[in-house]
């Protein structure tokens, strides 16, 4: 079982930073897969970003390519999500997802991540 906490969203002006961060408790973090995705209201869940077990590899959303950056640090069960040159439309709850131990591909699918955190709210204001 893993548990997931997110924290660090809030309120930004547009063009403003935010950083979130994911801590994990539980089994195995620095073998997971680990992702954020985000849901804006009345939209479906969509992908924002996900990193490699090692951090070696990641992978994001086009929407948020050059902006957004995905890092971990195993020592401290913790996946980041630096936030930068935010725009209104990045308004949403943002989730911090956990794939299951032995798979390594960074998948965009909300359905292969099986462990979920409650959320952070980050609205931008123009």
């Known amino acids: 079982q893993v548990q997931l906490e997110e924290s660090g969203g809030g309120l930004v002006q547009a063009g403003g930073s935010l950083r979130l961060s994911c801590a994990a408790s539980?089994?195995?973090?620095?073998?997971?897969?680990m992702g954020w995705f985000r849901q804006a209201l009345g939209k479906e869940r969509e992908f924002v970003a996900a990193?490699?077990?090692?951090?070696?590899?990641?992978r994001y959303a086009d929407s948020v390519r050059g902006r957004f950056t995905i890092s971990r640090d195993n020592a401290k069960n913790t996946v980041y999500l630096q936030m930068n040159s935010l725009k209104p439309g990045d308004t949403a709850v943002y989730y911090c997802?956990?794939?299951?131990?032995?798979?390594?591909?960074?998948?965009?699918?909300?359905?292969?991540?099986?462990?979920w955190g409650q959320g952070t709210q980050v609205t931008v204001s123009s």
């Open positions: 997802a956990a794939r299951d131990t032995g798979v390594v591909v960074l998948t965009s699918s909300r359905d292969t991540y099986v462990y």
């Open positions: 990193i490699s077990r090692s951090a070696s590899n990641t």
């Open positions: 539980g089994r195995a973090f620095s073998s997971r897969v």
